[in-house]
């Protein structure tokens, strides 16, 4: 999607959270790098300029900025890094901090500046060292912070406000009132963003493969469920969806993949790999091998599907349809993601490597879309609030929750627990009070007491959190009564489960996941 708002991201971990808060406030934005917005520069121009946050600081950095900071009428906001960039580009002068500012500060509008529903004195989130110390021609302090450092800064004639703090982060109180300050009084800016436009968008671009075969790797979460469902709608039969038992789902997983191929128009057909999966997991007990075994074992399902339907049926897909979300497409396109290494905690499953080996191209209906989204998209298209509101369920399912050695015995057992978790967190209406909730499988046996026999049996360990995104998490604190209900229950029902504990590991350090 184009976007008449330009968001140069200099890989501040917030920047992402810009856009989504200019969407809450109906207006859209592109996040680009500066190498990429100088390029598109010269064929396009932008309505307003959002120069992000950033780990690095301005003595280093040897951009020309001219090219977007010379246009006399063009709307710009800079925030914390960004505003920095302005303070050295206009003239003034930016020093390096010592101490810095991080964390939640206070700050204070000064000189009569005001902004609609904000209170002169308010609570806003910083992450700086350097600073602006001498403020640059034409323009006036209007915000500073309790210690007295320049926390804004507006132009005095052009449309350009600087921002020291985090606006789009929650912490920051009045921090969309700022943001719709910039769009609305200093950009002046028309509404462009609603969920008709997210819903027209996303089916203008399936309607690009009307008449191709669409092919759907399918795992009934929402994000491929939204993104078949729409792609349905555009070119109905043709698209097909293969969803993949591969013997490491849980009870509800089925419940749901069965309900959706009676209740929905999607045509869904569930391939039976239990038995492929299992024998090529056999005897494997490092985390990163299984992932990897799982990762290939599905591709091989696939392809062989793909092969089949070629064969027998005469059809040869020429999409992939996938469910990637505008994190991952921001995620590949970050300043660090793009020149740096990042280091691998865990191989993720996914389908990344199907259309490579299988020259498809890809169908990504929802890549500029952030989760919320998703959801509010999928129940305008009439879906059922509980297949729309899922817990996330990684793609390995099972297979790093047993940990160790995946065997048929082991598996039963987290599946009955899983299960068991997930009706007392319905029955309890708690199910929407943590982000995810799982069983996981302890390798080790303690000694316990059933009847009156001594037994020597596995742990299972509850895992239950809260996040937004999965990139950090914490545990989600519930009631002892609902903890005691799920051990007790699972302690007498699953066969071999003596000892029931609960995970209290935050992440970091912790992944979600335990393998
Ligand atoms: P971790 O364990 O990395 O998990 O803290 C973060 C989130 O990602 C999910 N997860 C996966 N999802 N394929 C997926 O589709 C995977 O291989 C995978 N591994 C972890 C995890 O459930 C959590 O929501």
């Known amino acids: 999607m184009q976007s008449s708002v330009w968001i140069i991201d200099f890989g501040s971990q917030y920047t992402q959270l810009i856009t989504r808060k200019f969407r809450e406030l109906g207006f859209t934005s592109e996040i680009m790098t500066v190498e990429d917005g100088l390029e598109k520069l010269k064929t396009q121009k932008p309505k307003a300029l959002v120069l992000s946050g950033g780990p690095q600081s301005v003595f280093e950095d040897k951009t020309d900025y001219a090219p977007f900071l010379d246009q006399e009428d063009l709307p710009i906001m800079g925030v914390c890094y960004g505003m920095q960039i302005l303070g050295q580009f206009y003239g003034g002068k930016v020093e390096k901090g010592i101490q810095g500012e991080y964390g939640l500060a206070k700050i204070k509008t000064v000189n009569g500046f005001k902004i609609d529903g904000c209170p002169s004195e308010t609570d806003v989130w910083m992450s700086h060292s350097d600073h602006v110390s001498v403020l640059p021609k034409d323009f006036k302090l209007v915000i500073q912070s309790e210690n007295g450092l320049v926390a804004g800064i507006l132009h005095e004639k052009r449309p350009i406000l600087g921002i020291q703090f985090h606006p789009e982060v929650h912490h920051t109180i009045h921090g969309k009132e700022i943001l719709s300050y910039f769009l609305n009084s200093i950009a002046r800016l028309k509404a462009d963003w609603s969920s008709k436009t997210m819903l027209d968008s996303s089916l203008e671009t399936v309607k690009e493969v009307k008449g191709k075969k669409v092919l759907c790797a399918f795992s009934g979460g929402v994000d491929s469920l939204v993104a078949a469902t729409l792609t349905h709608k555009v070119i109905g039969s043709d698209m097909h969806c293969f969803f ?52 290939k074992t599905f591709i091989d399902v696939f392809e062989a599907k793909v092969h089949e339907y070629e064969k027998n049926h005469g059809i040869k897909f020429d999409y992939l349809l996938q469910g990637t979300l505008y994190p991952d497409v921001i995620e590949s396109i970050s300043p660090h993601k793009k020149g740096g290494k990042s280091v691998t905690i865990k191989s993720h499953h996914n389908v990344g490597g199907l259309p490579e080996r299988m020259h498809l191209k890809l169908l990504e209906p929802l890549r500029f879309l952030f989760k919320d989204e998703v959801r509010q998209m999928g129940m305008e298209l009439g879906l059922k609030r509980d297949w729309v509101y899922r817990h996330p369920f990684p793609g390995p399912g099972i297979g790093v929750r047993v940990l160790g050695e995946l065997t048929v015995d082991h598996i039963r057992k987290v599946q009955e627990s899983d299960q068991i978790l997930f009706e007392e967190l319905k029955e309890n209406n708690l199910y929407d009070s943590t982000w995810q909730a799982f069983t996981v499988l302890l390798p080790v046996k303690t000694v316990g007491v059933k009847g009156d026999g001594r037994v020597f049996e596995e742990v299972i ?55």
């Open 461 to 515: 360990a509850l895992r239950m959190v809260n996040s937004q995104d999965g990139m950090t998490a914490s545990v989600t604190e519930l009631p002892w009564s609902f903890l005691n209900k799920v051990s007790s229950r699972i302690c007498n029902e699953v066969k071999g489960i003596t000892r029931v504990v609960y995970d209290i590991t935050s992440k970091p350090p912790g992944t979600i996941e335990w393998e």
């Open 244 to 295: 993949v038992d591969n013997g490491l789902l849980r009870p509800q997983d089925l419940h749901t993949i069965k309900l959706l191929q009676d209740k929905t128009d999607l045509n869904i057909e569930i391939i039976d790999a239990k038995d492929l999966f299992l024998n090529a997991l056999a005897g494997q007990k490092d985390p990163e091998q299984k992932r990897k075994t799982i990762g």
